[in-house]
Nanobody, 128 residues
Framework: QVQLIESGGGTVRPGASLQLSCISE???????VGWFRQAPGKEREFVAA???????YMGDSVKDRSTISRNTAKNTVYLHMSNLNPDDTAVYYC???????????????????????WGQGTQVTVSS
C-alpha cells in the first residue's frame, strides 16, 4: 500500500505564503507526484505535479506564484505557494499514480483519474 502524508496547511492572511509537504517512501519510485485541491462544492482541481525526473507541471490558477520541488533524501515533495488569496482556500491533496518511472506511455499530469493513491489532505484557509 502506498501511503502519502500531507502537512503544512493552516489559516493565513491574503498575500501570505505557505509551503505544503507530502511525505512518502514512494516519492521517487512512482512516475510522478501531484498536488490537487478541492474547495467545498467544487470539483477537485489540479495544482501541480513533479515527474520522476523532476520536471514540473503547474496548474493555471497557481503557476505564476507557486513552485513544486522534491527532496529525494527526505522522501518529500514540496508545494510552495505565495500571494495566497481566498480562492486558494481548499483541502490540498498529494497523490501518486500506480506507475513506475519506467512507464513509457502517455501520462496526463493534470488528470486526477491518473492517480491511484491519495493522502488524507491538509486544509488551507486564506482569510482576513
Amino acid at each position: 500500500q502506498v501511503q502519502l502524508i500531507e502537512s503544512g496547511g493552516g489559516t493565513v492572511r491574503p498575500g501570505a505564503s505557505l509551503q505544503l509537504s507530502c511525505i512518502s517512501e514512494h516519492t521517487s519510485t512512482k512516475y510522478a507526484v501531484g498536488w490537487f485541491r478541492q474547495a467545498p462544492g467544487k470539483e477537485r482541481e489540479f495544482v501541480a505535479a513533479i515527474s520522476w525526473n523532476a520536471a514540473a507541471y503547474m496548474g493555471d490558477s497557481v503557476k505564476d506564484r507557486s513552485t513544486i520541488s522534491r527532496n529525494t533524501a527526505k522522501n518529500t515533495v514540496y508545494l510552495h505557494m505565495s500571494n495566497l488569496n481566498p480562492d486558494d482556500t481548499a483541502v490540498y491533496y498529494c497523490a501518486a499514480p500506480d506507475r513506475s518511472p519506467y512507464y513509457s506511455g502517455t501520462f496526463h499530469y493534470s488528470r486526477a483519474s491518473e492517480y491511484s493513491y491519495w493522502g488524507q489532505g491538509t486544509q488551507v484557509t486564506v482569510s482576513s
